[in-house]
Nanobody, 124 residues
């Protein structure tokens, strides 16, 4: 069992930056592929980024490539999402998720544990 708690959301102007954090309970954080998803009002939850267990590889959805960076610190049981050059269309609740499997996935059904989410609002 893994419990995930996100933090770092808030209100920012377009072009600004935010860094989200997700801290996991337990001693097996490094056993999980980690992902970030987001859900805007009236839309389905969508994949944003993922990172392998060791942090050696990452994967992004096209709309955030070059602007967002996912990273992890296994010693701190934490995964991060650095978001730069934010746009109003990035406004959403952002969720972190943990996956027991070996590979990064875009499908939210492939993830076993979820945080409660943190709101990110980008004003124009």
């Amino acid at each position: 069992q893994v419990q995930l708690v996100e933090s770092g959301g808030g209100l920012v102007q377009a072009g600004g930056s935010l860094r989200l954090s997700c801290t996991a309970s337990g001693r097996t954080f490094s056993s999980y592929v980690m992902g970030w998803f987001r859900q805007a009002p009236g839309k389905e939850r969508e994949f944003v980024a993922a990172i392998t267990k060791s942090g050696s590889s990452t994967y992004y959805t096209n709309s955030v490539k070059g602007r967002f960076t996912i990273s992890r610190d296994n010693a701190k049981n934490t995964v991060y999402l650095q978001m730069n050059s934010l746009k109003p269309e990035d406004t959403a609740v952002y969720y972190c998720a943990a996956r027991s499997g070996a590979t990064m996935k875009e499908n939210r059904k492939e993830y076993d544990y979820w945080g409660q989410g943190t709101q990110v609002t980008v004003s124009s």
